[in-house]
């Protein structure tokens, strides 16, 4: 070899490794998205065999990640149903059990930290939410002088966040929750700038959930564990209120505030607290989104 | 593609070389900055601890005596003729308030129904011929475990409520031709010696994904 074409290969393949070095921060994309994901089609478009494969996927993401092999599942909204929920705002006791629940049942990030619901401490005597505070820290709940008020997801009957959305990543059920396809979603957070309620979180970081709080039992449009980049927020706990269950935080709520089912049934709960109670609130009603989620009082 | 800048006399190859070389040179800087993390790490975030699981737990604080019989427990404090005897009801003593004085027997009882002490005789409820059985108003005689109907005799509006579910907890299933719905007992959550729900200690509140500057007060932020 002479020393002229020794120069050139060498020249050659620094040159190769500076480009191949210089592109390294890519590999990082894998976490983001990969061919298979990058290629699936839009969720209403989708047949039930492309629905399997993206749940095997989705299955296999999780099971490398978490060493956990999940339930996913893609739950399809019931005929003649339509979710209501109503919060009892004399009963409640701003003990954020529903709060842990929820990010315990919907695989929310753990540090940093995603919630959906924020319970407002608020003075008796005003409906005021710029006098509410989240942040409490009482060493005793409930706290004399103050009612609370936890605030989630509205469900509205005419989502503001529906309507910004440039991809149509997030779009109304016909049961009346407004969902989010975390593999359509862009992450412009137009949706969250639109929501009256402060009810869209966005994963700023890689979300970071514990193995051994994993909740296995998964749903498409619910609470398989989202990437960066990626709006969520609550969706009446989807993989169990279309199996029949309650969600998670009513379950938890130790003084039974939270109350949820059917409107379109006459002889549910919901039916029976709308025509029967001080239903008085749907928070910022003046807006005209017409939340499905009211709040009431028992006196 | 790389290509080693070779010495040519013609002008046009020169350019080419030049481009090449400074090409080279942004990737041999690209790749040492990342290579020597010149930008630094992102500021490390504050850990945040898990949860309690104490807070995720669904099962209600109290057990009914239908729960303790159905969980096999040991029913020896509500073998109540162990003690007492059948024919002679136990008398109340009250001091010289008229307040209820609780026997030593008796002294884990929290006297605490109604307000101003008006709710605390133990015969209201309590079945004086029979200690084993509750006595209702309009005369019914109740097993300790329908103690919800006991309740209900006074508190109607709230009985009213539970019994369309409205009222209290239930878990479960909201579509019951799917699952079981479990609609729990008044004394589930209220202690019927003293019902009022006691205060209890929070779950930690939401942490900022920052911690956030403190801005010194303007006029306009002062209050």
């Not at chain 1, 608020?122 to 936890?150: A, I, Q, R």
């Not at chain 1, 051994?212 to 564990?225: A, Q, V």
């Not at chain 2, 013609?10 to 800087?29: D, N, Q, R």
């Amino acid at each position: 070899m002479d020393r002229r074409s020794f120069l050139r290969s060498t020249a050659a393949f620094a040159g190769l490794s500076a480009l191949a070095a210089s592109l390294s921060p890519l590999r990082e994309l894998g976490d983001y998205t990969n061919v298979e994901q990058f290629m699936q089609k839009y969720y209403k478009e989708m047949t039930p065999d492309d629905m399997t494969k993206v749940l095997k996927r989705i299955t296999g993401e999780v099971e490398r990640q978490y060493g956990i092999r999940p339930h996913v599942r893609d739950l399809r909204p019931m005929d003649g149903v339509e979710f209501v929920y109503a919060l009892n705002l004399t009963r409640c006791i701003g003990c954020r059990k529903c709060v842990h629940a929820c990010v315990a049942e919907n695989n929310q990030s753990r540090s940093p930290e995603i919630q959906y619901i924020r319970v407002l401490k608020m003075p008796h005597g005003s409906m005021d939410v710029e006098k509410g505070n989240h942040t409490y820290d009482d060493k005793e709940v409930p706290d004399k002088g103050f009612f609370y008020m936890p605030i989630q997801c509205q469900q509205c009957k005419n989502p503001p966040c529906v309507k910004v959305c440039p991809v149509n990543a997030t779009w109304q059920e016909t049961d009346g929750i407004t969902v989010i396809d975390y593999d359509w979603c862009i992450g412009c957070r137009y949706c969250e700038a639109a929501c009256p309620y402060w009810a869209r979180r966005f994963n700023f970081t890689k979300p970071q959930i514990p193995k051994d709080r994993l909740n296995p039992e998964m749903s498409y449009l619910g609470n398989r564990p989202r990437k960066q980049g990626v709006m969520e927020k609550c969706h009446f706990c989807i993989q169990r209120t279309r199996d029949g269950k309650y969600p998670a935080c009513l379950e938890v709520c130790p003084v039974g505030a939270r109350k949820f089912g059917n409107i379109l049934d006459p002889e549910s709960e919901v039916s029976y607290i709308m025509r029967t109670k001080r239903v008085f609130i749907q928070l910022k009603e003046e807006m005209g989104t017409n939340p499905r989620f009211f709040y009431y009082f028992d006196k | 593609m790389e290509q080693n800048p070779a010495p040519s006399p013609t002008p046009g190859s020169t350019k080419t070389v030049y481009c090449l070389s400074a090409l080279v040179f942004v990737f041999v800087g690209l790749a040492a900055a990342f290579m020597g993390d010149l930008w630094g790490h992102p500021p490390a975030r504050q850990e945040i601890a898990l949860v309690d699981k104490s807070f995720l737990e669904k099962t209600p604080w109290r057990k009914t005596y239908a729960d303790m019989v159905r969980a096999k427990e040991d029913m020896a404090d509500f073998d109540c003729y162990g003690c007492h005897d059948k024919k002679k009801p136990p008398p109340l003593r009250f001091d010289e308030n008229h307040i209820l004085i609780v026997p030593e027997e008796h002294k884990d009882i929290v006297m605490g129904h109604g307000t101003h002490n008006r709710n605390n005789l133990c015969y209201n409820c309590h079945n004086e011929s029979n200690l084993e059985t509750f006595q209702v108003r309009d005369g019914r005689e109740l097993k300790f475990a329908d103690s919800t109907q006991l309740c209900g005799s006074c508190h109607g509006p709230n009985y009213r409520d539970w019994d369309a579910g409205a009222h209290g907890r239930i878990n479960g299933y909201w579509n019951t031709k799917l699952g079981e719905a479990r609609k729990l007992d008044c004394a589930n959550c209220h202690n019927p010696h003293a019902p009022r729900i006691p205060t209890r200690v929070p779950a930690p509140g939401p942490h900022a994904l920052r911690t956030p500057v403190e801005h010194p007060h303007t006029p306009e932020t002062v209050h």
